[in-house]
Protein backbone atom coordinates (compact mmCIF):
# COMPACT_ATOMS: atom_id res chain seq x y z
CA UNK A 1 0.00 0.00 0.00
CA UNK A 2 2.74 2.11 0.96
CA UNK A 3 4.42 2.01 -2.67
CA UNK A 4 0.89 2.68 -4.29
CA UNK A 5 0.53 5.79 -2.33
CA UNK A 6 3.71 6.90 -3.56
CA UNK A 7 3.18 6.32 -7.01
CA UNK A 8 0.15 8.52 -6.77
CA UNK A 9 1.81 11.10 -5.44
CA UNK A 10 4.35 11.07 -8.43
CA UNK A 11 1.63 11.24 -10.90
CA UNK A 12 0.64 14.83 -9.62
CA UNK A 13 4.39 15.77 -10.71
CA UNK A 14 3.70 14.19 -13.66
CA UNK A 15 0.50 15.75 -14.99
CA UNK A 16 0.93 19.61 -13.68
CA UNK A 17 4.00 21.30 -14.97
CA UNK A 18 4.03 24.61 -17.17
CA UNK A 19 3.64 25.00 -20.84
CA UNK A 20 7.06 24.78 -22.35
CA UNK A 21 8.46 23.81 -26.28
CA UNK A 22 11.07 20.97 -25.46
CA UNK A 23 13.70 18.58 -27.43
CA UNK A 24 13.19 14.68 -27.32
CA UNK A 25 16.35 14.57 -25.60
CA UNK A 26 15.59 16.94 -22.67
CA UNK A 27 12.14 15.29 -21.80
CA UNK A 28 13.29 11.41 -22.32
CA UNK A 29 16.00 10.37 -20.39
CA UNK A 30 16.20 6.47 -21.19
CA UNK A 31 17.58 4.57 -17.67
CA UNK A 32 17.31 1.37 -19.12
CA UNK A 33 17.90 -0.24 -22.06
CA UNK A 34 13.71 -1.39 -22.23
CA UNK A 35 13.29 2.32 -22.61
CA UNK A 36 15.46 2.92 -25.75
CA UNK A 37 12.84 0.87 -27.55
CA UNK A 38 10.64 4.19 -26.84
CA UNK A 39 12.91 6.80 -27.88
CA UNK A 40 13.45 5.22 -31.24
CA UNK A 41 9.57 5.05 -31.29
CA UNK A 42 9.46 8.79 -30.88
CA UNK A 43 12.19 10.03 -33.25
CA UNK A 44 10.40 7.63 -35.84
CA UNK A 45 7.32 9.42 -35.28
CA UNK A 46 9.14 13.13 -35.52
CA UNK A 47 7.68 13.36 -31.92
CA UNK A 48 11.01 15.17 -31.14
CA UNK A 49 9.59 18.59 -29.92
CA UNK A 50 5.91 19.00 -28.50
CA UNK A 51 4.18 20.88 -26.07
CA UNK A 52 2.94 19.77 -22.26
CA UNK A 53 0.29 21.38 -21.16
CA UNK A 54 -0.21 24.09 -18.60
CA UNK A 55 -3.01 22.62 -16.83
CA UNK A 56 -3.35 19.56 -14.50
CA UNK A 57 -5.35 16.97 -15.90
CA UNK A 58 -7.15 14.56 -12.93
CA UNK A 59 -9.13 13.03 -15.51
CA UNK A 60 -6.09 11.88 -17.38
CA UNK A 61 -4.41 11.09 -13.82
CA UNK A 62 -7.39 9.09 -13.39
CA UNK A 63 -6.47 7.02 -16.44
CA UNK A 64 -2.97 6.17 -15.99
CA UNK A 65 -4.20 4.86 -12.35
CA UNK A 66 -6.17 2.55 -13.95
CA UNK A 67 -3.48 1.72 -16.20
CA UNK A 68 -1.55 0.84 -12.71
CA UNK A 69 -4.18 -1.31 -10.94
CA UNK A 70 -3.95 -3.74 -14.40
CA UNK A 71 -0.11 -3.98 -13.67
CA UNK A 72 0.23 -5.66 -9.94
CA UNK A 73 1.77 -8.61 -11.36
CA UNK A 74 5.13 -6.51 -11.54
CA UNK A 75 6.49 -4.99 -8.34
CA UNK A 76 7.27 -2.15 -9.70
CA UNK A 77 6.80 0.69 -11.91
CA UNK A 78 8.04 4.51 -13.17
CA UNK A 79 5.87 6.15 -14.95
CA UNK A 80 7.83 8.69 -17.27
CA UNK A 81 5.62 12.46 -18.48
CA UNK A 82 2.94 11.97 -21.48
CA UNK A 83 3.91 12.55 -24.65
CA UNK A 84 1.02 14.56 -26.98
CA UNK A 85 0.35 13.86 -30.30
CA UNK A 86 -2.57 14.73 -32.91
CA UNK A 87 -2.77 18.54 -31.57
CA UNK A 88 -3.00 17.08 -27.82
CA UNK A 89 -6.31 14.78 -28.20
CA UNK A 90 -3.69 11.29 -27.98
CA UNK A 91 -1.36 10.88 -25.63
CA UNK A 92 1.71 7.77 -25.16
CA UNK A 93 2.50 7.23 -21.52
CA UNK A 94 5.59 5.03 -20.93
CA UNK A 95 5.66 2.73 -17.97
CA UNK A 96 9.47 0.94 -16.99
CA UNK A 97 8.16 -1.67 -15.01
CA UNK A 98 10.38 -4.15 -13.15
CA UNK A 99 10.39 -7.26 -10.82
CA UNK A 100 13.16 -7.33 -8.15
CA UNK A 101 16.48 -6.45 -10.24
CA UNK A 102 16.29 -8.83 -12.56
CA UNK A 103 12.97 -8.75 -15.43
CA UNK A 104 12.62 -5.20 -16.68
CA UNK A 105 9.66 -4.53 -19.17
CA UNK A 106 8.66 -1.02 -21.20
CA UNK A 107 4.79 -0.96 -21.70
CA UNK A 108 3.28 1.91 -23.52
CA UNK A 109 -0.13 3.10 -22.99
CA UNK A 110 -2.18 5.03 -25.50
CA UNK A 111 -5.56 7.43 -24.38
CA UNK A 112 -7.51 9.12 -26.17
CA UNK A 113 -9.68 12.60 -24.68
CA UNK A 114 -13.10 12.32 -25.19
CA UNK A 115 -15.54 14.88 -25.59
CA UNK A 116 -16.44 15.24 -22.03
CA UNK A 117 -12.81 15.81 -21.32
CA UNK A 118 -12.22 11.92 -19.83
CA UNK A 119 -9.13 10.18 -21.32
CA UNK A 120 -10.13 6.56 -22.75
CA UNK A 121 -7.28 4.06 -23.10
CA UNK A 122 -7.28 2.71 -26.49
CA UNK A 123 -4.49 0.13 -26.43
CA UNK A 124 -1.30 -0.43 -24.47
CA UNK A 125 1.98 -1.81 -26.52
CA UNK A 126 4.51 -4.38 -24.88
CA UNK A 127 8.32 -4.14 -24.71
CA UNK A 128 8.23 -6.78 -27.76
CA UNK A 129 5.32 -4.96 -30.20
CA UNK A 130 7.58 -1.86 -29.79
CA UNK A 131 10.50 -3.73 -30.78
CA UNK A 132 8.49 -4.79 -33.60
CA UNK A 133 7.06 -1.13 -34.80
CA UNK A 134 10.62 0.00 -34.61
CA UNK A 135 12.24 -2.75 -36.73
CA UNK A 136 9.44 -2.16 -39.48
CA UNK A 137 9.36 1.52 -38.99
CA UNK A 138 13.12 2.16 -39.88
CA UNK A 139 12.53 -0.34 -43.05
CA UNK A 140 9.45 2.06 -43.63
CA UNK A 141 11.46 5.51 -43.49
CA UNK A 142 13.14 4.75 -46.73
CA UNK A 143 9.74 4.72 -48.77
CA UNK A 144 6.99 6.39 -46.72
CA UNK A 145 7.46 10.27 -45.25
CA UNK A 146 4.10 9.66 -43.12
CA UNK A 147 5.18 7.12 -40.43
CA UNK A 148 3.11 9.16 -37.46
CA UNK A 149 0.00 8.29 -39.48
CA UNK A 150 1.11 4.89 -40.19
CA UNK A 151 2.70 4.25 -36.59
CA UNK A 152 0.70 6.05 -34.08
CA UNK A 153 -2.31 4.71 -32.23
CA UNK A 154 -5.81 6.56 -32.47
CA UNK A 155 -8.57 3.20 -31.70
CA UNK A 156 -8.12 0.15 -30.32
CA UNK A 157 -8.22 -3.89 -31.67
CA UNK A 158 -10.75 -4.97 -33.55
CA UNK A 159 -11.67 -9.09 -33.51
CA UNK A 160 -12.69 -9.08 -37.20
CA UNK A 161 -9.45 -9.79 -38.47
CA UNK A 162 -7.68 -13.11 -39.47
CA UNK A 163 -4.44 -11.81 -38.32
CA UNK A 164 -4.71 -9.45 -34.67
CA UNK A 165 -5.14 -5.97 -35.30
CA UNK A 166 -3.16 -4.77 -32.02
CA UNK A 167 -4.58 -0.99 -33.37
CA UNK A 168 -5.81 1.94 -36.06
CA UNK A 169 -3.83 4.31 -37.04
CA UNK A 170 -4.96 7.76 -38.60
CA UNK A 171 -4.28 5.43 -42.29
CA UNK A 172 -4.60 2.11 -41.52
CA UNK A 173 -3.84 -0.72 -38.74
CA UNK A 174 -1.16 -2.63 -36.87
CA UNK A 175 -1.42 -6.02 -36.27
CA UNK A 176 1.42 -8.67 -34.09
CA UNK A 177 1.55 -12.21 -32.76
CA UNK A 178 4.44 -12.97 -30.27
CA UNK A 179 5.47 -16.15 -30.13
CA UNK A 180 7.06 -16.85 -26.75
CA UNK A 181 7.29 -20.78 -26.92
CA UNK A 182 10.81 -21.47 -27.73
CA UNK A 183 14.49 -20.16 -26.78
CA UNK A 184 13.75 -16.77 -28.77
CA UNK A 185 11.07 -14.85 -29.02
CA UNK A 186 9.63 -14.58 -32.35
CA UNK A 187 7.69 -11.68 -33.48
CA UNK A 188 5.29 -10.78 -36.73
CA UNK A 189 4.27 -7.44 -37.12
CA UNK A 190 1.72 -6.38 -40.68
CA UNK A 191 1.19 -2.98 -41.17
CA UNK A 192 -1.69 -1.80 -43.33
CA UNK A 193 -1.76 1.87 -45.25
CA UNK A 194 -5.50 2.22 -45.58
CA UNK A 195 -6.22 -1.66 -47.35
CA UNK A 196 -2.18 -1.95 -48.93
CA UNK A 197 -0.27 -3.99 -46.62
CA UNK A 198 2.98 -2.62 -46.88
CA UNK A 199 4.77 -4.18 -44.29
CA UNK A 200 4.61 -8.25 -43.23
CA UNK A 201 7.90 -8.89 -40.76
CA UNK A 202 8.65 -11.70 -38.90
CA UNK A 203 12.49 -12.13 -37.08
CA UNK A 204 13.65 -13.13 -33.58
CA UNK A 205 13.21 -10.82 -30.78
CA UNK A 206 16.24 -8.83 -29.75
CA UNK A 207 13.58 -7.95 -26.58
CA UNK A 208 13.50 -9.58 -23.65
CA UNK A 209 12.45 -9.04 -19.66
CA UNK A 210 15.75 -8.41 -18.59
CA UNK A 211 17.17 -5.63 -21.30
CA UNK A 212 17.49 -5.50 -25.12
CA UNK A 213 20.08 -5.58 -27.74
CA UNK A 214 19.51 -2.06 -29.87
CA UNK A 215 19.81 -2.16 -33.63
CA UNK A 216 21.64 0.48 -35.35
Same mark, same amino acid.
Given at each position: MRRRNFVSKSLVGLIGYGVTQNTLADLIKPSSEVMQWFYQYLKLTSLTAFQIFDTADQQL???IH =????SLEAWHDEKIYKPVFYHEGKYCLVPFEL +?? =?SSYHEIRIASFC +?? @?DGTWRLVTQIN =???LE #???RAGNELRENYTD? #? @?LLLPILPEQKQFAFPQKFFTTVGRIGFRIDLGGKK #???SITIFRSTELICAHQFESMHCLTGSMMIA
Open positions: SSS =GVIR +KI =G +KQ @D =GFE #AIVL #A @D #AIS
